[in-house]
């Protein structure tokens, strides 16, 4: 087990891998862990320091999340954020209790002369987001920031290394969250800033060499920014043979999408397959309107498609994916107690009858580590900047049934707002953007003819790394365009709508 130089305890929080992301772009290397981790693998691991992450429960609750005691007596430095706070508080004597009121939303705050606040300001923008709160200090420690509603918004004992936060430095409120973090890190762990993707590149074709030996991969393809990075990552650690790189046309695909993903993969030199299984995709979410059942139905047939593939080609053992860190968390916590929000049909394993097994080299970074792991593979920046697409393609941009005429009006809308949203010079000034059929209709004027039609939605958002998000703010009259143009140039629609909803409380995605 290889060295970690912090390593996070998971305590349930949906900001957990955010906490990781942020070391690693200060280049310091870290690992998730759950809260329960036995205290030999943590030793193991030779942490230079600790990170409790937040939480939903309280330290007062019936089975409320506890670590092994034994953390408090390996003497690392120890950071506490949110329900971390609260543990440490309670842990040394100090008393938690539930706030007057919930502290949710930016705040001001106020430090006071601490080496982990080097080079910071005073006055600064963080998050809160609390309902229990430390009340009395804890033995040996003092207060080092206070906001309007947290007299201890940050408390200290500096001579153990330990310190708490009522706050989050991770999310992207907290304007100098990155800099509280890598000072931790820096300045009182004694990390080194070594964790960049060319070694994190040369690590993972390593591990892929290990793993496959001499067998084949399977690696499905989308043409979307992470398979792309998969593929390549592949075709670097493995010689041509050992590497089928498949792609499913389910026709759930943008306008155009299949010729581009095959055009793509000449370029990049990587034989492809392609597959055309439009009418079993059809067939199969036929009569399905929930959005899980969309999603496994689409999961389980491309699972069935590859195995099927597979069987073509002697010493297919291993089957490459995309998934993501938030891919991971956003499904089901394997690390933490954290909520469910909805599942990713790329996540979760095999099904038992298959004899496949996964190669994931991603499954540990975030969606913004892959474009800059894609550039270091020398991917072309046209390819890496593009947005993202959802595994399950428009099936969950469609409310309800996927068919043909619905496919037909998502397409032709969601080109016509990529068309207007590249030649306005904003593709590249949002993270994502797409267009929603909401099955809904409503009346309209055509004309002097009375309509009565769909409602298309149309969603920008700005983040980082999908974890969260806040929607675009464009302009009233680039949005007119794209609407004039997708109700005059697609029969069937009569109404565009744009979404102003940020995540959290919205996911990205609507279904």
Known sequence: MKQVPILVLDFGSQYTQLIA?????????????PYREDIEKIK???????????????????????????IWDLDL?????????????????????????????????????SPIFKSMSDNQTVWMSHGDRAEKLPNGFKVIGTSENSPYAGIAN????????????EVHHTKEGTKLLKNFAKYICGCSSTWNMGSFAKEKIREIQAQVGDKKVLCGVSGGVDSSVVATILHEALPKEQLICVFVDQGLLRKDEARDVQNMFKL????????????????????????EQKRKAIGEKFIEVFDKEASKHIGVEFLAQGTLYTDVIESVSVKGPSKTIKSHHNVGGLPEWMTFEL????????????RKLGLELGLPKNMIGRHPFPGPGLAIRVMGEVNEEALRLLRESDAIMQEELRATGYYDKVWQAFTVLLNVQSVGVMGDNRTYDNTVCIRMVESVDGMTATFAHIPHDVLEGMSRRIINEIDGINRVVYDISSKPPATIEWE
Do not use: W
């Not at 030199?269 to 979410?285: C, K, N, S, W, Y």
């Open 158 to 169: 500096e001579e153990k290394k330990i310190y708490a936060f009522q706050f989050h430095p």
């Open 77 to 113: 430095p120890i950071m506490g954020i949110c329900y971390g706070m609260q543990l440490i508080t309670q842990h040394f004597g100090g008393e938690v209790v539930p706030a007057d009121h919930h502290e949710y939303g930016k705040a001001k705050l106020s430090i006071s002369d």
């Open 359 to 370: 190669v994931e080299p991603l499954r540990e970074i975030f969606k913004d580590e892959v």
């Open 268 to 291: 990049l030199d990587i034989p492809l397959i392609t597959i055309d299984a439009r009418e079993e995709f059809m067939e199969v979410l036929k009569g399905v309107t929930d959005p």
């Open 44 to 70: 193991a691991r030779k942490p230079q320091g600790i990170i409790l992450s937040g939480g939903p429960a309280s330290v007062y609750a019936e089975n409320a999340y506890k670590p092994s005691e034994e």
């Open 21 to 33: 992301r942020k070391l690693r772009e200060s280049g310091v290397y870290c690992e998730v862990v």
